[in-house]
């Protein structure tokens, strides 16, 4: 690509090969990419704690028998909130406030 760029635009040679432009313009880096893994990590006073800590302390939480933490308990309760309170909305919007059927 290189040899034809002076003769050809750079947009008709992507043409010919079938490649987006901004193909041409890639310049790779040396090195590993992405942000180095941190060895700390802020709390909300703003001190600094070694990660192992912050692992360790997760770690404790986890363990604990009959652990009830998870995505699927928390989400279950905010759904069952939400329908009743739709249920108890579209009742009163039709004129039917505790449920009476009429």
Known sequence: MKQSENQ???TL????LGVPRSVSYY???SGR???RPSQVTMKLDGSWVDNQL???SIRQLLDVEFNALGYEYITYDR???AVEERVLDQQEK???PCG???
């Open 100 to 102: 009476c059927i009429g």
């Open 94 to 96: 039709r004129g039917r």
């Open 8 to 10: 050809v635009s750079r």
């Open 13 to 16: 040679l992507c043409q010919w």
């Open 33 to 35: 990419p992405g942000a």
């Open 54 to 56: 912050v692992v360790n």
């Open 79 to 81: 759904t069952a909130d």
């Open 27 to 29: 310049q790779p880096q």
